[in-house]
């Protein structure tokens, strides 16, 4: 018997700064090899000093990820999953031509939040806990033996809004 190819899995946001990459950051840590696993953005910046912190306090660091633009995976072998995490990126990347399935898991964005660094901190860490908890759920549901599988998992995440 052959071993599966991994599920090839894009986080897409706006900006690619912060929900995204800790998505692809908790995915990659939590999914094991059972899993490729990208982020972009469709007006990427840089990945958020915040969002990388709040994931080093779990242990999963992001500091050397890039912010990537959607058109680098253009041209790329197909995605079986798309999961915006914005309800910008769903609305301006309603449908991804390049990707089997595509879901939307929204969530506040915690660059948003003013004041203190350690009150836009809390932020970045709810956010980051609110990611995890979906994909948590997500993953009890494996293991996924083809990206329709995936698809049905990560469709029932889509109704708990964050």
Not at 22 to 50: C, D, K, N
Request: proline share 5%; glycine share 6%.
């Amino acid at each position: 018997m052959s071993e599966q190819a991994p599920l090839r899995v894009l986080f897409l946001c706006t900006h690619n700064s912060s929900r995204s990459q800790m998505g692809e950051g908790l995915l990659r840590a939590r999914g094991g090899s059972a899993f490729e696993v990208f982020s972009a953005g469709t007006e990427p910046r840089v990945v958020h000093p915040l969002a990388i912190k709040a994931m080093q306090e779990i242990g999963i660091d992001i500091s050397t990820h890039q912010a990537k633009s959607l058109e680098e995976f253009r041209t790329s072998a197909p995605m079986d999953l798309v999961v915006t995490v914005c309800d910008e990126a769903a609305e301006a990347c309603s449908f991804y031509p390049n990707a089997h399935f595509q879901v939307h898991w929204g969530f506040v964005d915690p660059s948003q939040v003013a004041g203190s660094e350690e009150e836009r901190l809390a932020a970045f860490r709810q956010a980051r806990d609110r990611i995890a908890d979906h994909l948590d759920q997500f993953l009890r549901l494996q293991p996924f033996h083809s990206p329709e599988q995936m698809y049905t998992a990560a469709k029932a995440q889509e109704g708990l809004r964050s």
